[in-house]
């Protein structure tokens, strides 16, 4: 079964610095792997995916993250925070499951504060 | 806006009641999913539909069940309610079952039903 661990519970980073978030998966195949985002009250927007192809793949809003096969790990970055980038960031992986459906499944989350 | 819809955007109700949740994909997506996010579960996913048939069912309850109609929007339906139910749940959509050709395999979310049960 496929699973994904996202260390960091919490990261404060300060408006202008780098970030990264950490993402580590597990699944036997392939992986299809997705970045989501989620302000407070708010649903899940998608930042990124990846599928196949380049490693490095670019999303909205600036965000960009790399697949790693070697290391299991699809982390976030973000050469410059804003403000509004303070939210919670979810990793996800996509699967197929027996009867010709798919699923995701999500890490825990990161929340993100971003201090002025 | 990722085009789908959720309705109630909140709820809430008492414990023993029965609620329904509803979704509308976006358009020309044939695929619903279904999610519950609380606080000690995190995000989890229950149950997808697909063109109207069952594909793919997760840590659904018992007393849970969903269904997709004709024009593809989707009900959740959740019955003998407990504390423990109070949640966000998330309708999500995409193009089709299992995923397919890589761009078809993102899921859109809606912005969620927030139930809360007393």
């Known amino acids: 079964a496929q699973s994904v661990t996202q260390p960091d519970i919490h990261i404060t980073v300060s408006e202008g610095a780098s970030l990264e978030l950490r993402c580590n998966y597990s699944?036997?195949?392939?992986?299809?792997l997705f970045w989501y985002v989620q302000s407070p009250g708010q649903g899940l927007q998608l930042l990124l995916k990846y599928f196949s192809g380049d490693t490095l793949v670019q999303g909205i809003k600036g965000f960009e993250a790399e697949f790693k096969r070697s290391q299991s790990s699809f982390n976030l970055r973000k050469p410059s925070v804003h403000w509004s980038d303070a939210a919670e960031y979810f990793c996800a992986v996509g699967a197929r499951v027996t009867g010709g459906g798919n699923k995701l499944t999500f890490g825990t989350g990161t929340q993100l504060k971003v201090e002025l | 806006d990722s085009g789908v819809t959720q309705t109630p955007k909140h709820l809430i109700t008492a414990t023993g009641q029965r609620v329904t949740l509803r979704c509308s994909p976006r358009?020309?997506?044939?695929?619903v999913y279904w999610y519950q996010q609380s606080l000690d579960q995190g995000l989890q996913f229950l149950i997808q539909y697909y063109n109207g048939e069952e594909r793919a069912k997760g840590n659904i309850l018992e007393r849970f069940s969903a269904q997709q109609f004709p024009d593809l929007h989707s009900e959740l339906n959740l019955s003998s309610l407990e504390l423990g139910d109070s949640a966000l749940y998330f309708c999500?959509?995409?193009?089709?079952?299992?995923?397919?050709?890589?761009?078809?395999?993102?899921?859109?979310f809606g912005p969620g039903t927030r139930l809360l049960v007393l």
């Open positions: 699944y036997g195949a392939t992986p299809y």
């Open positions: 358009s020309g997506d044939l695929s």
């Open positions: 999500a959509s995409s193009p089709r079952a299992d995923g397919g050709a890589s761009g078809e395999k993102t899921q859109y």
